[in-house]
């Protein structure tokens, strides 16, 4: 996405974050939505006197939906042979929004205008009505070498590869990241170690569910010890259906003696009738065990705080330059807007640090010439000041400090 960064060193350090952008129009509830497609299915038909039912009049919000979708899908029914163009393009798209179950639970479309908006979270009792920006930014510079948008209902993490491509297209070679614990995920943590970069990322409870104040984990013996010094004697590897799914996990086994005779069993095992505990972890627990145990460390806390960095970019890509609120409609049309920033934001960051750089390089070879010529001359200290004042500056301002390493006498 962006030019070869040839300035920056090419060992550098990522950190992903996601940034809520508002949708340019407002959600509506699916009675509403179902009422326009309704219009729009007569209008395509030319026809001016229609009855369409009064949701606004149903105190019921569960029954009104009901009552717009039966209504909906009886006129579908009763217009569907016909052979207009524009009457069966309105008729499939009513018919394409109601196939979907996410639409009547309100998790779906939520405006005809921006079909690709969705009801995002951003937290436990605050959500929001648009798109997710996921970012990638330098550790030095501060710069955004990649940047996708999805819409709100978008799971942070899901285009991380994307993003590493993407970086690696600018000439960087990523070896630490930096995230949130939206990123503490098997998959993730993997790409980042078959990269050989570290990662910098806090234990998410939801991913990681061992109590370690109850339990350690020993990797060469493959073996689970509980706080009073039991251990699992057996491992059996088990499959189990979900949603259609194959999911693998663990079975671990205490041994049945030492879990009977336990001062701590009911709080261990709860009411469940087996004598001996069985631990059920999913089969990256082990692996999640020692990362766990390094997130723990002095060294990982230090490096962690380097993440906190990327929020002011995030807010100067949001107060000074629109990307709180979408300008057009739709995924694509914000994905344009969303790159068009980040390009501008990187611009005005790349001339900051290559202005420094000259300032400096500029400064230096300036003062070498002064000092030869110093060097060669038997000026006094009061002569060089004011040749150095006069060559550097118009001689209103102090001279900088670093400029007269030397004190001047006469």
Sequence with gaps: MFPSLSFLRSEQEERPETTHIEANTIKKVPERIMKQLAKNIFKAMNQEEYEIPDYTQ?????EAKQVMK???EDLIEQVGK??????SQAVQEAQEILESDLFIEQKGIRSLVDKD???GHKSKTQNFYGYKAEICQTTDGSLITSIIVEPGSYVNGSNFKEHLEETKKSGLTVTRVYGDKAYFRPDILNLIKEKEALAYIPVSASAYRINEELLSYNKDSDQWFCVMGNETVKMV???RKRNGKKKQFLEYSFEREHCRNCPRRAECIGKSKRIARVLIISVNTPELYEYSQRAKTPEF???YRKRAKIEPKNAELKRFHGLDRARGYGLRSIGIQAKLTALAVNLKRIAKLVSALNVLNSYFLRWS???LLIIRSAWTGSDVQAVLKGYFFSGFERPPCFLFPIALTR
């Design 117 to 119: 908006a969705r009801v």
């Design 70 to 72: 039966d209504y909906l």
């Design 82 to 87: 016909e052979s207009c163009e524009e009457v």
């Design 58 to 62: 149903i105190e019921d919000h569960a």
């Design 369 to 371: 010439r002064c000092w």
């Design 237 to 239: 590897p088990r499959t």
């Design 301 to 303: 806390l230090e490096e």
